[in-house]
């Protein structure tokens, strides 16, 4: 006899950026709070809105041939920001716990995490959440749970979960594969698997452009991990990390999961580790400053000869938490005078609302950052003129979000000296070529694109730009890859490479 398994999703999704103001419950809202049936409603779009990991993990359990049904709990994500509000937190949170226990009995749990997220006042809200479910279905029942790549692993998490599947891909384009891998060992644990989970975590904290998966020493950790993975290891997930989360769980973590045999994963971490902390030194990147950038797109402008390069401006990704309105490398363009640049998406509501004010083919004195001054985010004023205005609605091309529905809100294209800067209200990194097509600007012509994203625009624009004229540039910001401009408070010392003596003696297995 066949029983109907019970399988409940839910996901709560944040990277926190302790460096950033407050993520307030509007931000979830504004990109995505679903709950109970809407979930579903979601999942049978073309275009929805949740994370890709939940209908890609509902989708592979109807595939499987299972007799399944889903439970849908809450499903609530926003782009990253500042430690999320404690309230709002505890709430959505008690939220779920109230559904999860109206849904018992379950056979399984299946979690769509960030695992980056810090409170304002807790440092570890992902690990809060995902003990309160192991409260909700006691001991035996499975609890599965992916991980963006820049999760900071605790050992609560670690604790009150089955099986952690992180990303393996930066940019990420592989969230639809390891939900499907959430899938398989969700059925085989049904099958009598009984997964041995090993977790090392590193004191190294690498800046975030060292931990792209193309190449490089992150690439060759997964690429080793991968190799290994056959016979009784389920699963190899190299967790890079967010330093910016400033917690005492950051650091370089890997975990893997055995079938049955722990000291099989025991001893594939530790050999995984020690080759990590081998290739420490390879951790630190040199960046291209601001005035060296300007001077080449000053060059590109002038010499059509040279090939279309990307600046990206790494230290202001709102996908890092940064707010995606700093001027630097703007200021320097017009400086320059630099002609054929397109530049994106620059966060400002109250320059789109001026824009909207002054209608298409108006020029009219533009303020950049007029109500939003902050330490990193001053104000600019230039003559604009508005060459098209947008909803900002589209949806995804390439890379990261291809097929989902995506927003910059209310949103212009405008022009200030040879520069064309799309104007955007909410806050969302420039890595799909969307972003720019949807105020019919063609990319092929851009002698020069500026990028406010720290790399998952690789994915996006490898249409017409090659990776070695991709340039990133040191400018101020809340997400510079240069760790010595925070003040970190919560990182466990000593750290590398900001303690250049820092030691690591293996693991200590309880
Ligand atoms: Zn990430």
């Known amino acids: 006899m066949t029983t109907t398994k019970r399988v409940a999703l839910m996901g709560f999704l944040l990277e926190s950026n302790s460096f950033a103001p407050v993520s307030q419950e509007a931000d979830f809202t504004t990109l995505c709070y679903l709950a109970a049936d809407e979930i579903l409603a979601d999942i049978a779009l073309p275009n929805g809105r949740l994370p890709a990991e939940i209908p890609a993990f509902y989708k592979a359990m109807e595939g499987s041939g299972r007799d399944w049904q889903a439970l849908p709990i809450v499903v609530a994500a926003a782009e990253p920001g500042g430690p999320i509000d404690q309230n709002f937190f505890e709430r959505t949170r008690d939220d779920m716990e109230q559904r999860l226990r109206a849904a018992m009995p379950l ?13 304002t006042a807790s440092h570890d809200p992902d690990g809060d959440l995902f003990a309160m479910v192991r409260a909700v279905v006691g001991p035996d029942v499975p609890i599965l749970a992916t991980l963006d790549l820049h999760a900071n692993i605790s050992e609560k998490m670690i604790e009150t979960t089955d099986v952690l599947i992180s990303y393996r891909t930066n940019p990420h384009v592989d969230q639809k594969a390891r939900a499907e891998e959430a899938c398989r060992l969700m059925i085989e644990i049904w099958e009598g698997m009984c997964p041995q989970v090993a977790f090392i975590r590193l004191p190294l904290v690498a800046p975030t452009v060292t931990l792209l998966t193309a ?3 992150y690439a060759e950790l997964i690429r080793y991990g991968q190799k290994a993975k056959a016979g009784v290891i389920a ?3 190299v967790v890079a990390g ?3 989360g400033d917690t005492p769980m950051n650091g370089i973590a890997i975990i893997v999961t055995a079938r049955g045999e722990r000291a099989a994963a025991q001893a594939l971490a530790e050999d995984i580790a020690s080759r990590a902390w081998a290739m420490r030194e390879r951790f630190k990147k040199v960046l291209t400053p601001v005035a060296d950038a300007a001077a080449m797109a000053w060059a590109n402008g002038a010499d059509p000869s040279r090939p279309a390069q990307i600046l990206a401006d790494v230290a202001d990704n709102p996908g890092g938490g940064g707010r995606g309105n700093t001027t630097w490398l703007l200021q320097a363009l017009l400086d320059v005078e630099a002609q054929g640049v397109m530049f994106g998406v620059f966060i400002d509501p109250a320059l789109a609302r001026a824009a909207h004010a002054a209608g298409e ?18 104000p ?7 060459e098209r205005l947008s909803d900002g609605k589209t949806i995804g091309r390439r890379g990261i979000w291809a097929g989902r529905a995506i927003s910059i809100g209310r949103s212009a294209l405008i022009r200030i000296g040879g520069v064309q800067l799309v104007v955007g209200t909410h806050r969302k990194q420039a890595a799909d070529p969307a972003l720019f097509e949807l105020f019919g600007l063609d990319l092929a012509a851009a002698r020069t694109l500026v990028v406010k994203s720290r790399g998952h625009f690789r994915a996006g624009f490898d249409e017409g730009f090659r990776p070695e004229n991709i340039y990133e540039v040191d400018a101020p910001g809340l997400t510079s890859p240069v760790l010595g401009n925070f003040d970190f408070k919560g990182l466990p010392r000593p750290v590398y490479p900001l303690d250049e003596d820092t030691t690591w003696a293996g693991p200590s297995w309880k």
């Open 107 to 119: 056979d399984g749990v299946y979690i769509a995490e960030h695992g980056a997220m810090t409170g």
């Open 215 to 217: 190449e490089g020493p």
């Open 235 to 237: 699963n190899v997930s």
């Open 242 to 244: 967010f330093v910016y």
């Open 361 to 378: 083919g108006a020029t009219f004195p533009a303020t950049l950052n007029a109500e939003t001054e902050s330490r990193y985010s001053k």
């Open 380 to 386: 600019l004023t230039a003559a604009a003129t508005v």
